[in-house]
């Protein structure tokens, strides 16, 4: 099995920052790309940053020049640097990686259980 644990989201104020770590346990040989994504009260979960195995990355529009996303393949860790926080940046916030398994050696979606960012006006 795969496990992902999030940890760093709390309660800040509008114009702070915020730092989430998500770390992966289990029997995985090899990580093609990791990303975080949110989920507000009535809305449907979306995208706030993804990076690949390579080092590309890919942000939301509503988070781009705010956040930051950096990824370790080795350590298994992914990290959301968030800068400027809006109130409407509030949600629980989800670390997902697309990790290789094996026997047979496929790739599967691992999500972690999520981490309440709130932010005040």
């Known amino acids: 099995q795969v496990h992902l644990v999030e940890s760093g989201g709390g309660l800040v104020q509008a114009g702070g920052s915020l730092t989430l770590s998500c770390a992966a346990s289990?029997?995985?040989?090899?990580?093609?790309?990791m990303g975080w994504y949110r989920q507000a009260p009535g809305n449907e979960r979306e995208l706030v940053a993804r990076?690949?195995?390579?080092?590309?990355?890919n942000y939301g529009d509503s988070v781009k020049g705010r956040f930051t996303i950096a990824g370790n393949n080795d350590e298994r860790t992914v990290v959301l640097q968030m800068n400027s926080l809006k109130p409407d940046d509030t949600a629980v916030y989800y670390c997902?990686?697309?990790?290789?398994?094996?026997?047979?050696?496929?790739?599967?979606?691992?999500w972690g259980s999520g981490t309440q960012v709130t932010v005040s006006s």
């Open positions: 990076i690949t195995s390579g080092g590309g990355t």
């Open positions: 289990g029997r995985i040989f090899s990580i093609s790309d």
């Open positions: 997902n990686m697309r990790v290789q398994i094996g026997m047979p050696l496929r790739y599967i979606d691992s």
